[in-house]
């Protein structure tokens, strides 16, 4: 699949990025950084499975509407599954303060997966960002990195209820946001579904089990609040 249709996509869906940060921005005037978003554009041009897998931006409410908003992107039908990493650099203007989103274009390679180009911000690395392991957290926190890599490692789990439902009702897909409390001990103390157009209880249950046995890193304070972010679609 030629790259240039990604790039076009993915940049003429720049403004509704960009309105994601802009709402963060009103209530954090220093907010800035970059997310390096991945996807699968699946034969029928939809977008399967859009994770953040590396943000120095570490702010929950943009991270999950960008996501939101990936996940509405639409792209000509490729021929085979095509896998996409895209960087999405945010930082306000100067002067004026409404930001913008700075997509950076990302380039082909020989297995089909778009990689950003080596152009990132200073200290970043070429190539596909990857953090589905993170690194240890701090002492007095958790961090947003270390919360994507425990999640993350429960995937399979939490798709499996999805897959379950999947085969009595094979047009069944949407979005499921669970909001988690979770003390100083690693544990998750509630789960609960903030939002979903899934409207599945069985599978939404399911989800809820399975992140309610999650164990994060320990860390120091008191407990910490969490919204993630499902999207599930059937595989093509």
Do not use: K
């Not at 100067?94 to 990302?106: G, K, M, Y």
Request: proline share 11%.
């Amino acid at each position: 699949m030629a790259m240039q249709p990604v790039r076009d996509v993915i940049r003429g869906h720049a403004p509704a990025f960009r309105a994601c940060y802009e709402a963060a921005l009103r209530t954090q005037p220093t907010l800035e950084g970059r997310l390096n978003i991945r996807f699968t554009i699946q034969v029928d041009g939809t977008v399967r499975e859009p994770e953040i897998v590396d943000s120095s931006l570490d702010s929950p409410e943009v991270e999950t509407c960008v996501l939101q908003e990936a996940g509405r992107m639409v792209f000509a039908r490729p021929p085979g599954l095509v896998r996409v990493s895209y960087p999405l650099v945010f930082r306000p203007q100067v002067p004026a303060p409404a930001p913008t989103a700075n997509t950076q274009a990302p380039t082909a390679n020989p297995t089909g997966t778009a990689q950003p180009r080596a152009n990132l911000p200073s200290g970043a690395p070429p190539g596909t960002a990857t953090a589905d392991v993170a690194g240890p957290p701090s002492a007095r926190t958790l961090s947003q990195r270390a919360i994507r890599a425990t999640v993350a490692a429960q995937r399979q789990d939490i798709r499996a209820c999805y897959e379950r439902a999947l085969q009595r009702a094979p047009a069944l897909e949407g979005r499921v946001n669970v909001h988690l409390r979770i003390g100083a001990n690693g544990r998750v103390q509630s789960a609960n579904i903030r939002f979903s157009s899934l409207e599945h209880p069985e599978t939404e249950a399911c989800i809820l089990n399975v992140t309610r046995a999650i164990r994060f890193p320990t860390f120091e304070g008191g407990s910490i609040a969490v919204e993630y972010p499902f999207i599930f679609r059937p595989s093509t």
